[in-house]
């Protein structure tokens, strides 16, 4: 009775502190994910037609009119592309948008033209946006306040293309074609304008399973939770043992050792970024980082991958001497390689240090990149060991499998490289989200968007499921064929 009673407080105490940690991270994340976990960039956002000629020379009274029907809930940012043909002009141009139908002005922004560049974008940011614009027809209006023909601007245009359900009008009368001009602007994202809501109701359920959980441990029941914890303390100090060996193993009689762990990642992104940033030119901002990232990720999942596929078939003796459970064995090849993974996160922190990227408190959030993918390779594992066991060619297969997924992962070339058509390729790739999210947080210094939380759990739990169940179904016949 007294095992059972200090049993029962232990597993207490750690309900106690999985509330406590989820309640930390749930105010973490709120005070991180800022603005991103509340809006998202609207898909109605606006992008320039590709100009065919200038509009003509803007004097004194000069106007140009862009009419549009928006498709944005809260415009935020507009932009109009000048020429001001090579030269220093003096004088201001007026920027309006207004609301076609009310004429009401929304937006109005006196610009000195001498501070415009040739042949760019001028781009004007809205304080707090202009809200409940979806459905309307806008109207964008550029006007010459006081300039002469020795400092005349210009718009730029396309004279055949038009812009969705707008008109062009230059000096009031209509003409063929589109300004050059883009609109940007947010929607709300629900997760986001409910987030309280939505993680009281979560906290709520959680609390819930472990006051149940410590409720069939104080009656003697069993359950699949209860399970899993007593399994890990059980055999908690022979996976301590494996994971160390597997850890020791890698490095022996090897004379740098550990060193391997901070060097292979950086030998890997200097080689790269010689070939890619000098031979092919890549213009992706501080590519060092975008690239180190991604190898980082993804050698993490090839290494973890790789020593769980054998992780059954190399521990035979074992397995048909004593009753040991047999996930360990993959679980345990993948923590070890997790151990290389975040030493080989250090240099990457270096790099980052060395190229001034500009840290915010969005990267707390890298340990659930992290997190999601050392669970899918865990699932990974699991699924390839089970296949090993059946069929011995597997290891070769996996070893094309992975250099076409390296390929297919968006490590060392940018996103955009595909058109948008063929994202879903991107999309059904479990490594690419998780990298994209580290990217984020990294390069861009903000929370990704709720969705990318949500694609990167997916990612992790759709694998481990997957790789658990076929695992189970096979286990018990592993003996046969080792």
């Not at 800022?34 to 956002?45: A, E, T, V």
């Not at 092919?280 to 769980?308: Q, R």
Request: hydrophobic residues 50%.
């Amino acid at each position: 009775m007294g095992t059972k009673a200090k049993k029962s407080v232990t597993l207490a105490q750690a309900c106690i502190i999985v509330m406590l940690a989820y309640c930390v991270c749930a105010a973490a994340l709120y005070w991180i994910g800022g603005d991103q976990l509340k809006f998202h960039n609207s898909p109605g956002n606006i992008e320039s037609v590709q100009p065919t000629g200038p509009i003509g020379e803007m004097t004194q009274g000069f106007s140009v009119k862009q009419t549009f029907r928006s498709e944005i809930d809260t415009i935020q940012q507009v932009s109009v592309q000048f020429a001001t043909y090579n030269r220093k002009n003096t004088g201001s141009v007026l920027v309006t948008l207004s609301d076609a139908e009310s004429r009401r002005k929304l937006f109005e922004k006196r610009v000195d033209v001498s501070s415009l560049q040739d042949n760019s974008f001028a781009v004007f940011d809205i304080p707090n946006g202009i809200t409940g614009t979806r459905g309307k027809r806008m109207e964008l209006s550029v006007t010459a306040v006081d300039l002469d023909k020795a400092n005349a601007v210009t718009l730029y245009y396309n004279n055949k293309e038009s812009a969705a359900d707008g008109q062009l009008l230059v000096n009031g009368a209509p003409a063929n074609g589109a300004l050059c001009f883009t609109v940007s602007g947010t929607e709300p994202v629900f997760f986001g304008q409910h987030y309280f809501s939505i993680m009281l109701a979560v906290g709520v359920l959680l609390a819930f399973y472990l006051f149940n959980l410590c409720r069939k441990e104080k009656n003697g029941k069993k359950s699949l939770g209860l399970n899993a914890i007593h399994a890990f303390t059980r055999y908690r100090f022979l996976l301590d043992q494996l994971v160390s060996r597997d850890f020791k193993t890698k490095y022996k009689r090897s004379v740098l050792g550990v060193l391997w762990s901070f060097l292979n990642p950086l030998l890997s992104m200097t080689v790269q970024y010689i070939v890619f940033s000098t031979i092919f030119k890549s213009d992706i901002p501080n590519f060092a980082v975008y690239l180190l990232i991604g190898i980082v990720f993804f050698n993490f999942f090839t290494e973890a991958a790789g020593m769980g596929l054998s992780s059954i078939v190399s521990n035979s003796s074992l397995l048909t001497k004593v009753y040991i459970p047999k996930y360990i064995f993959p679980v345990s090849r993948v923590l070890s390689s997790a151990i290389n993974f975040l030493l080989s996160l250090i240099p990457l922190f270096l790099v980052i240090l060395a190229t001034k990227t500009r840290m915010t408190p969005a990267i707390l959030l890298l340990p659930f990149a992290v997190v999601c993918t050392v669970v899918f390779c865990i699932g990974m594992s699991m699924l390839l060991s089970s296949m090993m066991v059946f069929f011995r060619d597997t290891q070769f297969l996996w070893n094309v499998i992975s250099m076409l997924w390296m390929y297919a992962t968006p490590i060392f070339y940018p996103e955009s490289i595909l058109p948008g058509k063929l994202m879903f390729i991107f999309k059904m790739n479990p490594m690419y989200h998780v990298i994209r999210f580290a990217r984020t947080i990294v390069l861009q210094g903000i929370s990704p968007e709720p969705q990318a939380y949500l694609f990167c759990l997916l990612a992790a739990v759709i694998p481990f499921a997957i790789g658990a169940a076929v695992f189970k179904k096979c286990q018990n016949r592993f003996i046969l064929y080792i």
